[in-house]
């Protein structure tokens, strides 16, 4: 699996809004000055987000976007599932029956990508704030937040 910047920039825009719960909407600009992402970037991967349903977007002077969800109930798995990221191995590959490595490489891959998507949809977002909050703690911060 290889992490793009769209699914980098996607997890930190949601872990963002996660830590923003309460508060009403944040705009896409407030996220992208926190978290250091081009706000042009950010607004067509909230888009996507909003799509899969993960976030809400609200118009207006005090608009922008929200989580749809608890926190405990977005994965890492429908995060980058939501932005078309892919974590498929070898698509489109058929082992060769014929060759007995081909066939056990193959099947070594098909488990290794069960066990890394049964990770991400078992991640949540709500996993990724108590992790933050603990960060925080740890340097001896209270409210700043960057991924």
Known sequence: MKLTTRGH???KAL??????????????????QRQDIPAPYLEKLLIEMRRAGLVNSVRGAQGGYQLAR???QISLGQI???V????EPLRGHTPDAAQAEDWVTFTLWHRLHQK???????ITLADLYYDAR??????GEETSFVV
């Open 9 to 11: 920039y996607s997890v």
């Open 15 to 32: 872990l963002d809004l996660s830590l923003q719960q309460g508060f009403g909407p944040t705009s896409v600009k407030a996220i992208a």
């Open 70 to 72: 608890q926190p405990a």
């Open 80 to 82: 980058l599932e939501a």
């Open 84 to 87: 078309g990221e892919t974590i």
């Open 116 to 122: 890394l998507k049964e990770a991400l949809y078992s």
């Open 134 to 139: 603990s960060w925080q703690a740890a340097r």
